[in-house]
């Protein structure tokens, strides 16, 4: 085995077609997360962005995004913002812990990789698997809630309530993100960084194949309530970034969005939402199937490895126990 680490930008036509064909071997490589045009969008935004590329007997095997952290530690590219991730790669058994050595990392750490890729299946964290939701529109519509009490009470204040599929609007990812960070202060942590806007506006605008941005509007009247970042891909249109106005936050436009979102989709062959692997109550009330993900990390070293293992195990002793003498 044979790994070289270069910039996303480095990669040239062979690479970007080897990867794309790797894309389409398996069902998850297919999410837009797992993309080249993900992948160099970060690269142009974040200078520690990086592919490991594993080559075995001269070939090109696969490919693992990445960016570096402190201490020699990887991290999932475009971390925090990617929902999906692991080898891009042909099929051939890699042997990850030797991609992480060679990569002249101390570890790799990830939060949301198929478990279908048996080659990080002994690195899993215990507590980690977790299934990750999905909309199968083949599967039917008929579950997700219509809203329609609330639908007629806004439509009663503001006007008839709508769906715009795609606003090429750029003032719409800014009342997304002002949104967001208002509810959530973990997004306005993550939207403080530049980088991290210059990213979703750069896919909010990409027309790419592997990696599309869509960005979907809810309105009332002319009024916009809620708005859907998803990224689309071949196969699934990704859920990325949603958020509403706070000031109609008793008619739930968010939830309210979901069902014309999934009908726009159905209309345009689009065949499921991936509802990403947050354990959000609302995401399994909208869902009908799902697919496992798990968190982890590879070491580079064997007594790394086995030593944080102890730790975790401690830790989660120390909290059973701690939740048992309150209990």
């Known amino acids: 085995m044979r790994v070289?680490?270069?910039?996303?930008?480095?990669l040239g036509t062979v690479e970007a077609a080897l990867w794309?064909?790797?894309q389409h071997s398996t069902p998850e490589g297919l999410n837009p997360f797992m993309s080249l045009t993900y992948v160099q969008a970060v690269g142009r935004a974040r200078a520690n962005a990086r592919v490991a590329v594993v080559e075995e007997h001269g070939q090109i095997a696969a490919f693992l995004p990445f960016e570096l952290g402190t201490h020699?530690?990887?991290m999932p590219i475009g971390y925090p913002m990617n929902n999906l991730q692991g080898f891009i790669g042909s099929g051939v058994p890699i042997d990850a812990r030797r991609v992480v050595k060679q990569a002249r990392l101390r570890g790799w750490r990830f939060d949301s990789v198929p478990v279908d890729q048996r080659t990080f299946a002994s690195f899993h964290y215990q507590g980690t698997?977790?299934?990750?939701p999905i909309i199968d529109l083949a599967k039917g519509m008929s579950?997700?809630?219509a809203r329609e009490k609330a639908r007629r009470a806004l439509e009663k204040q503001h006007g008839t309530v709508s769906l715009e599929w795609n606003s090429t609007q750029a003032a719409q990812i800014d009342r997304l993100i002002e949104w967001k960070s208002h509810k959530y202060h973990g997004a306005s942590l993550l939207f403080s960084d530049p980088t991290a806007r210059s990213i979703v506006k750069e896919l909010a605008a990409s027309d790419s194949d592997d990696c599309r941005g869509v960005v979907s509007v809810l309105l009332a009247g002319e009024q916009s309530v809620a708005v859907h970042l998803g990224l689309l891909g071949p196969r699934s249109l990704a859920g990325w970034f949603m958020a509403y106005d706070p000031t109609l936050s008793h008619f739930a436009p968010g939830m309210m969005l979901w069902l014309p979102l999934a009908k726009?989709?159905?209309e345009r062959g689009i065949g499921q939402i991936d509802l990403g692997a947050g354990q959000d109550t609302y995401k399994f009330e909208l869902s009908n199937d799902s697919y496992i993900v798990a968190g982890g990390a590879v070491w580079a070293r064997k007594a790394e490895a086995a030593c944080r293992k102890i730790f975790r195990d401690f830790r989660s002793l120390s909290e059973s126990r701690e939740t048992s003498r309150l209990s």
Do not use: K, N, Q
């Not at 698997?129 to 990750?132: D, E, L």
């Open 129 to 132: 698997t977790v299934p990750c």
């Open 20 to 22: 794309r064909s790797f």
């Open 264 to 266: 726009a989709a159905e």
């Open 72 to 74: 020699g530690l990887g």
């Open 143 to 145: 579950h997700i809630s």
């Open 4 to 10: 070289t680490v270069v910039r996303p930008g480095d």
